[in-house]
């Protein structure tokens, strides 16, 4: 055979190809403050509660973790109101953030602008899934739930790549810069004001992630 007529080497099958061929290939949703004992876990706990019908993995971790500690006391209190089961937050242990995570997520919620920052220093190619949590909020309630879900049915029936496809049409929608207004405010060693301001940010924006999510998988 010539070298004309040769078959083409095969490229390399990238890691996330590799789990999209996996059975199921499921979504994987990332939450990222700084310490991950205040807003990241939180947030995890309340999307795993709201999405456990759905097979979706949600995790957090943090830019600067305290690892090995649980949520803070303001933290938990804050989570049995919301209704998560007290034994799962409990069970809680921050995290580091470190790359592989990164690769793994299909969508990377970040509590303000600087994680986001970091995290885009660490993966320059997920730009797409990387947002703050409250812009992916803002920016969802501008678009249909019809536009959605066309936007997951490109993914075909590969839950991973329906969700990947309907955060794009989310994040494609940027205009303009996040600002201030995006962030979730820091709590940790802050008043009981200040983790109730916290929490009055993150959950209706939790909420617009849960639409969209259910949007892209059911």
Known sequence: MSAASAPAPRRAQTRRERRRMAAGAV??????????????????????????DLRVE????????????GMTTQTLELAARAGIDGA????????????????????????TREHRDI??????????QVVPVREFARLAEAVSDGRIRAAADRGDHVPADRVAHAVALITGMRVTAATADDDVIDPYRQSSKIYEQASAELLPAIAQVERVIRLALE
């Open 58 to 69: 949600v995790h957090s971790a943090g830019t600067h973790a305290l690892v090995g500690h």
């Open 27 to 52: 979504p994987r949703i990332l939450t990222v403050c700084t310490g991950n004992i205040c807003r990241s876990p939180l947030a995890e706990a309340l999307l795993r509660q709201r999405l456990s």
């Open 88 to 111: 799962v937050a409990q069970a809680h242990r921050a995290r580091y953030l470190v790359e592989p995570m990164l690769i793994e997520a299909d969508l990377v919620l970040a509590m």
């Open 119 to 128: 995290v885009l220093q660490m993966t320059p190619g997920k730009l797409r």
